[in-house]
């Protein structure tokens, strides 16, 4: 019983999980380094930033920008070279474009 809770509540917590996004000054504090493509194609994300917290449920590149960093979910850091990224993103917007164009990379924001 107590392994089929267990289960439970970790497939509750997947499901719930929300994309709330912290931008830090230092790359040393970012959980992910992200680059910002000049075309969707490049992108391995395409975001949307929503207006409401409630709106970036999910991990399919709808995220709130939160004002401090102990909210965030993640914490990422804009880079300015390509190169240096873990993430490429592209902003779209509209929410209905955005999702991952490129999944291996999906574990990057769990």
Do not use: P
């Not at 992200?34 to 975001?47: G, P, T």
């Not at 993640?74 to 190169?83: A, D, G, R």
């Not at 873990?86 to 902003?91: A, E, N, P, Y």
Request: charged share 30%; glycine share 2%.
């Amino acid at each position: 019983m107590k392994l089929i809770i267990a289960c439970v509540s970790v497939l509750i917590s997947l499901n719930s999980f929300s994309q709330k996004i912290f931008s830090v000054d230092y790359e040393s504090r970012a959980d992910v380094k992200v680059f910002v493509v000049d075309y969707e194609s490049r992108a391995d994300l395409l975001v949307h930033k929503v207006d409401y917290e409630s709106r970036a449920k999910g991990n399919d590149g709808r995220w709130f920008f939160v004002d401090y960093e102990s909210r965030a979910d993640k914490k990422i850091f804009f880079v300015e070279y390509e190169s240096r990224a873990d993430l490429k993103v592209f902003f779209v917007d509209y929410e209905s474009r955005a999702g991952w164009k490129n999944t291996s990379k999906k574990h990057l924001l769990y």
